[in-house]
């Protein structure tokens, strides 16, 4: 069984539309995660829940909408793609977030390439 | 600016070689994780640093963190075709969230 698992792998659109990425884990974490990483590899966070609740949300633009509906589950839902939402999208999972612990190792899914036309 | 600089950002190597790639941040690391990417597929866990001085090795892969917990290294003992892949440095500064580095893509010439 795949402990973090991303769906679809592939997604390709045109832009204006509406797409969403699934993502669910098998591990009993508590904390998900949505990173984008760029065409220069570069993995930047985008959003953090931790038991259902939105712990980060860095500046990402409004038109993107995270939505976990339970502890195992974090779902991506973008409105109205741009050009430069073209990545590839990680969803991850860790035992607990920073703060008086730390944050522990990432567990990721195999990425989510969308490219917008 | 960057929390998390990785040099170098490329780096070729002959098979059979040794390298080291670095880590560097601008703040106090209260974990450092090292993470190797084939293309296409996700991240895979390498190693995860905590104390300032520690060191661990995998096979041939050996991190280390400074005693001042700011920098970090990886280095790969006789490199072979299978090392070949992106490898991400990811900090813990305690912000609920790891930062990672712009990734540095080695290539193995055999």
């Known amino acids: 069984d795949t402990a973090v698992s991303q769906t679809p792998k592939y997604l390709v659109t045109q832009m204006g539309n509406d797409k969403s990425i699934k993502c669910e884990q098998n591990l009993g974490h508590d904390t998900m995660y949505w990173y984008k990483q760029d065409s220069k590899k570069f993995l930047k966070i985008m959003f953090s829940y931790n038991n259902k609740e939105l712990i980060i949300n860095e500046t990402v633009p409004n038109r993107f909408s995270p939505k976990s509906p339970d502890k195992a589950h974090l779902n991506l839902h973008i409105n109205s793609l741009e050009l430069g939402d073209s990545a590839v999208y990680f969803c991850?999972?860790?035992?607990?977030?920073?703060?008086?612990?730390?944050?522990?190792?990432?567990?990721f899914g195999e990425g989510s390439r969308l490219t917008v036309l | 600016s960057q929390e998390l600089e990785q040099s170098p950002q490329s780096l070729i190597v002959q098979e059979g070689k040794n390298l080291t790639i670095n880590c560097t941040s601008s703040k106090t690391l209260y974990g450092l994780y090292w993470y190797k990417q084939k293309y296409g597929e996700g991240l895979i866990f390498l190693m995860m640093?905590?104390?300032?001085?520690e060191e661990k090795s995998h096979e041939k892969i050996t991190a280390k963190l400074d005693e001042k917990k700011q920098q970090s290294s990886l280095h790969i003992t006789a490199s072979q075709p299978s090392h070949a892949g992106i490898y991400l440095c990811g900090a813990d500064t305690r912000a609920q969230k790891l930062v990672f580095g712009q990734g540095t893509r080695l290539t193995i010439n055999p």
């Open positions: 991850a999972s860790s035992r607990g977030t920073s703060g008086s612990s730390n944050t522990g190792e990432l567990f």
């Open positions: 640093l905590q104390k300032g001085g």
